[in-house]
């Protein structure tokens, strides 16, 4: 079956960096795009980014353009999230999730059980 | 940028009520929304997926309707596993972008 597995979350500093890492397993990870969302304790669900099966197309929310730069490493099925000049707002369970294409448009159909971020001083 | 809400932002119910939740979207998105679930301290489970089709493995109990702005999730029969929080979701192609809407607590 699907799995994935975050990992690298923790506490940082404002001003810092983290990479977290996702694991997949139980499908072919190079024929998947793949997604961070992110939620705030106690707050609703959050799109992050999203980057295609090949690595190809990233696109971000507008909330961490520029600070934050997903990728993948398909020979080891691994999805990864940078993140630099991470800020009180960024405190947050960090999801990975598969992309899932549709008839109408697109979803997210698996999830991993998530990586807390908490940045404070 | 596409909005979603919901309503009601929570409710109360019991075993076997017959709930309904609402999601309207701020433009026409056709068929493009889905539900997920989210029991606390989990990670959200997709539910229906283009406003109507039923995931696989998601019991029948949950349905999905709708097209254009306004769109409808129901529980019938409610089950105890089902006290959760469901939000929806749409997709922007241009550009490539997700939104959820602020979710709907169901508990007793």
């Known amino acids: 079956q699907v799995r994935l597995v975050e990992s690298g979350g923790g506490v940082v500093q404002p001003g810092r960096s983290l990479r977290l890492s996702c694991a997949a397993s139980?499908?072919?990870?190079?024929?998947?795009?793949m997604h961070w969302v992110r939620q705030a304790p106690g707050k609703g669900l959050e799109w992050v980014t999203i980057?295609?099966?090949?690595?190809?197309?990233?696109y971000y929310a507008d909330s961490v353009r520029g600070r934050f730069t997903i990728s993948r490493d398909n020979s080891k099925s691994t999805l990864y999230l940078q993140m630099n000049s991470l800020r009180a707002e960024d405190t947050a369970v960090y999801y990975c999730?598969?992309?899932?294409?549709?008839?109408?448009?697109?979803?997210?159909?698996?999830w991993g059980q998530g990586t807390l971020v908490t940045v404070s001083s | 940028d596409i909005q979603l809400t919901q309503s009601p932002s929570s409710l109360s119910a019991s075993v076997g009520d017959r709930v309904s939740i609402t999601c309207q979207a701020s433009?026409?998105?056709?068929?493009?929304l889905n539900w997920y679930q989210q029991k606390s301290g989990k990670a959200p489970e997709l539910l229906i997926y283009?406003?109507?089709n039923l995931q696989s493995g998601v019991p029948s109990r949950f349905s999905g309707s709708g097209s254009g702005t306004d769109f409808t999730f129901t529980i019938s029969n409610l089950q105890p596993e089902d006290f959760a929080t469901y939000y929806c979701q749409q997709y922007d192609n241009i550009p490539p972008g997700f939104t959820f809407g602020p979710g709907t607590r169901v508990d007793f």
């Open positions: 999730a598969r992309d899932f294409y549709t008839n109408s448009g697109r979803s997210f159909q698996d």
């Open positions: 433009q026409d998105i056709s068929t493009s």
């Open positions: 139980g499908f072919i990870f190079n024929n998947f795009g």
């Open positions: 980057i295609s099966y090949d690595g190809s197309n990233k």
């Open positions: 283009d406003a109507s």
